[in-house]
T-cell receptor
Framework: DAGVTQSPTHLIKTRGQHVTLRCSPI?????VSWYQQVLGQGPQFIFQ???????GRGNFPDRFSARQFPNYSSELNVNALLLGDSALYLC????????????FGQGTRLTVV | KQEVTQIPAALSVPEGENLVLNCSFT??????LQWFRQDPGKGLTSLLL?????REQTSGRLNASLDKSSGRSTLYIAASQPGDSATYLC??????????FGTGTRLQVTL
């Protein structure tokens, strides 16, 4: 069975641009969460979606948005990119999102220049 | 607000040694605690999940314990191997299934 897949693997963008990151959860999992990990730090929670509804949002500006599709895949969008948005973006998949084990993808490395 | 701390930040041990990684959290109202492994530049691999009602979980050479009342969890690695070298992260799951992570312990196992 395929695990959590994220695309693209690496991305270089210029300040002010927009970026879309994609995530496909494990088959049968209905919850997807997004995390940002800057170098040397633990991942920080951005969003959680379950059954296409936003269930939680972390302390990130409105430039960050996400959505979940009927097939449970998800997109993370970031507008007006800043240098500080450079990070590894991780997607986590879980069965229901409530008290169930989270499985992570390999991440998307975003570099903003 | 949940805060998770991991000690030590880095650890170097010779092959074969048993070791303990520590994780503490400030809010005991957690659903579960999860331990992950992260290789450089890679995603997270789930190692063990301990539900809030459990005291410990074991998988192979790994054993994780949870003491909610004191806000502590430990990851015990037996007979360490060079392939165990990685960063180990613990995460406490709270409301909205949000995982709050520590900054990790970077482990190096030398030959």
């Amino acid at each position: 069975d395929a695990g959590v897949t994220q695309s693209p693997t690496h991305l270089i963008k210029t300040r002010g641009q927009h970026v879309t990151l994609r995530c496909s959860p494990i088959s049968g999992h209905k919850s997807v969460s997004w995390y940002q990990q800057v170098l040397g730090q633990g991942p920080q929670f951005i969003f959680q979606y379950y059954e296409k509804e936003e269930r939680g949002r972390g302390n990130f500006p409105d430039r960050f948005s996400a959505r979940q599709f009927p097939n449970y895949s998800s997109e993370l969008n970031v507008n007006a990119l800043l240098l500080g948005d450079s990070a590894l973006y991780l997607c986590a998949s879980s069965l229901t999102g409530m008290n169930t084990e989270a499985f992570f993808g390999q991440g998307t490395r975003l570099t903003v220049v | 607000k949940q805060e998770v701390t991991q000690i030590p930040a880095a650890l170097s041990v010779p092959e074969g040694e048993n070791l303990v990684l520590n994780c503490s959290f400030t809010d005991s109202a957690i659903y579960n605690l999860q331990w992950f492994r992260q290789d450089p530049g890679k995603g997270l691999t789930s190692l063990l999940l301990i539900q809030s009602s459990q005291r410990e979980q074991t998988s192979g050479r790994l054993n994780a314990s949870l003491d909610k009342s004191s806000g502590r969890s430990t990851l015990y690695i037996a007979a360490s191997q060079p392939g165990d070298s990685a960063t180990y992260l613990c995460a406490a799951t709270g409301t909205a299934s949000k995982l709050t992570f520590g900054t990790g312990t970077r482990l190096q196992v030398t030959l």
